[in-house]
């Protein structure tokens, strides 16, 4: 069992060295869910005194006004044989057998974090104690309670040190140790008060009455420890602490608890409590509860800690692997990067993931609509037939059939086509922007790297607007070039027409009969409408070909290009990482 408060004391260890102790920091907190016992009390209560007297030691500052100014995590080790000696966690290869040095380190470690002046700090020193004269035990020391700031202290320092002390005895594992002086009214105690306001129940709180050969003749403090003034769920402990006369003269502890001893096995009022009174019970009942607590802890311990394990691997695993420091190295880790997030692109074309389908959809739905609404039958009504076969047979009428006429009306309708088709070109091209910011953001590895994440996404979206002008280019040329050259087989397969058009004596302007322009349109339309649905089958093989496939083929090839004329200092602003990343596991 006693192994178990060192493992304990290991793993406190272990969260101050990593910036843990139970505020907010960069790692899951495991100080909150170790049992721990804190010693609170008011100024002036004898805690300090009662702390030493369960080490065995004079080795705490003393003076007037605040002398703990930073939470002093006691780990005591009982040893079998040998001299006792401390060791601080900041100082781990220095052994203290001089506990006055002990005293002098508590003192200037404490002004290496806050300064000289009289400011506190939650950032706790831990100092580990081994002697044959211990028990396994470990205590936290806090801030003595006080009801007025002193010169060169904050207005604000009452309300801060109680503040400090209520974050560590709120925690459900915290075990409280009340320190009281018994020449003082309990109704007045500040680490009473304060308990009672977090374990109002008193079921984690043990209260010590100090100061008990102190009081007033006449008066005892039975009543206490006998718990009827004040219950608790453990029975009240007496001590008797040394005098100030006594520590002026440097009287050795282990005759200052010998004292104790024959101090409550001779009062008479006290006689009867005297087997569970005086600091060396106080220090064994201690040591055995909170092996008893450790005990039931454990397997939440261990939950906790295998969640803390796998949680940080996860966060190092998005953080990604460390870069090389040398330029092949940063160029590399660039190239790996850019690598996967062209596998992931690739992928959302290639329909392993969701988004490349919505360029069907363009194909499929959005083309053959815009095809549509252009209505070349309303562009081929009779009114404009005539107007436009009358206007290009000009002052002289055609002879056969109005080869010019029919020209102009083609072309009239296949130029209206180009609309569509820009139309397309421009929906792929959002699509394949979209896509670009999907694979972007599922690109785990250019979270890490924000400058890196933006240099590629601006090169992919120039990329694609280089690819959207070629494809404009090529697509528009298809529907062209149907304007340049018609297909005669088409024509060649018309019956052809006898009448010529009606009678030669009436006006040019008149000289075409409705039917005959009406065969006309029908015959225009006939064609518009072929080379629309070949246009229809052809500009999504010119999108394809120009955007879709050159996108899968090169898009970052401009960047891999640039990048290789970067120098070192150029590649490592590329792998710049997230300020506030770097923050964030940096203030832990």
């Not at 503040?163 to 309990?186: G, H, T, W, Y």
């Not at 009455?209 to 003034?229: F, H, P, Q, R, W």
């Not at 149907?482 to 009448?499: A, G, H, M, N, W």
Request: proline share 4%.
């Amino acid at each position: 069992m006693e192994n178990l408060i060192s493992l304990v004391n290991k793993l406190q260890r272990a969260c101050t060295a990593l910036g843990d102790h139970g505020e907010e920091s960069a790692l899951p907190t495991l100080w909150d869910s170790l049992p721990a016992i804190a010693v609170v009390g008011g100024q002036s209560s004898g805690k300090s005194s009662v702390l030493e007297s369960i080490v065995g030691k004079d080795f705490l500052p003393r003076g007037s006004g605040i002398v703990t100014r930073r939470p002093l995590v006691l780990q005591l080790h009982k040893i079998d044989e040998g001299r006792e000696y401390a060791e601080f966690l900041h100082l781990p290869r220095k052994r203290f057998t001089d506990f006055a040095a002990v005293r002098k380190e508590i003192s200037d470690e404490t002004d290496r974090e806050t300064g000289r002046s009289k400011q506190i700090s939650s950032v706790p020193i831990h100092l580990s104690i081994y002697s044959p004269n211990v028990v396994n035990l470990t205590l936290i020391d806090l801030p003595g309670l006080t009801k007025v700031a002193v010169e060169g202290q904050p207005d604000s320092i009452v309300s801060d040190i109680e503040n400090m002390v209520r974050s560590f005895i709120e925690k459900p594992n915290c075990i409280i140790l009340a320190i009281s002086p018994a020449n003082q009214d309990l109704a007045t105690s500040d680490a009473i008060k304060i308990s009672r306001e977090v374990d109002p129940k008193g079921e984690r709180t043990f209260g010590v009455l100090t100061k008990i050969d102190l009081m007033d003749k006449g008066t005892d403090a039975v009543d206490i420890l006998e718990g009827k003034s004040y219950r608790l769920q453990f029975p009240w402990i007496g001590v008797v602490n040394r005098s100030q006369a006594d520590i002026n003269k440097s009287v050795d502890m282990i005759a200052a608890r010998r004292r104790e001893k024959e101090y409550f096995a001779n009062t008479p009022e006290y006689k009867h409590l005297a087997h569970r009174m005086g600091s060396e019970h106080l220090g064994k009942m201690l040591s055995k509860h909170l092996e008893q607590v450790i005990k039931s802890r454990i397997p939440g311990i261990q939950s906790l800690i295998n969640k803390s394990i796998t949680e940080l691997e996860s966060e190092l695993s998005r953080l990604g692997k460390p870069i090389a420091a040398d330029s092949g190295g940063k160029l590399y880790a660039i190239m790996e990067i850019c690598r996967i997030f062209d596998q992931i692109y690739k992928e959302h074309l290639d329909g392993v993931r969701a988004g490349g389908e919505k360029i069907y959809n363009v194909f499929d739905n959005q083309l053959p609509a815009a095809l549509k609404r252009l209505q070349f039958d309303k562009h081929l009504s009779m009114e404009n037939v005539r107007k436009l076969i009358t206007e290009a047979d000009g002052y002289q009428p055609h002879l056969i059939a109005p080869e010019q006429g029919y020209r102009r009306l083609i072309e009239s309708c296949l130029v209206s086509i180009r609309g569509p088709a820009e139309a397309a070109v421009d929906a792929v091209h959002s699509i394949l922007k979209e896509l670009v910011h999907k694979a972007i953001n599922e690109t785990i590895e250019l979270k890490q790297y924000p400058t890196l994440k933006v240099e590629v996404g601006n090169a992919a979206f120039d990329s694609l607007e280089r690819m959207r002008d070629e494809s404009k280019k090529a697509t528009l040329k298809l529907v062209d070039m149907e304007c340049s050259y018609l297909t005669v087989d088409f024509f060649r397969k018309l019956p052809q027409d006898i009448e010529k058009g009606g009678n030669p004596t009436h006006s040019i302007f008149d000289r075409y009969n409705d039917s005959y322009l009406r065969r006309i349109g029908t015959t225009v339309l006939s064609y518009v409408n072929m080379v629309s649905a070949t246009l229809r089958n052809s500009i999504p093989k010119s999108v394809v070909y120009c955007q879709v496939r050159e996108a899968k083929r090169s898009l970052l090839d401009h960047f891999f290009t640039e990048l290789g004329k970067k120098e070192g200092k150029q590649l490592s602003t590329l792998l710049d990482e997230d300020p506030a990343v770097m923050e964030h596991y940096t203030s832990g």
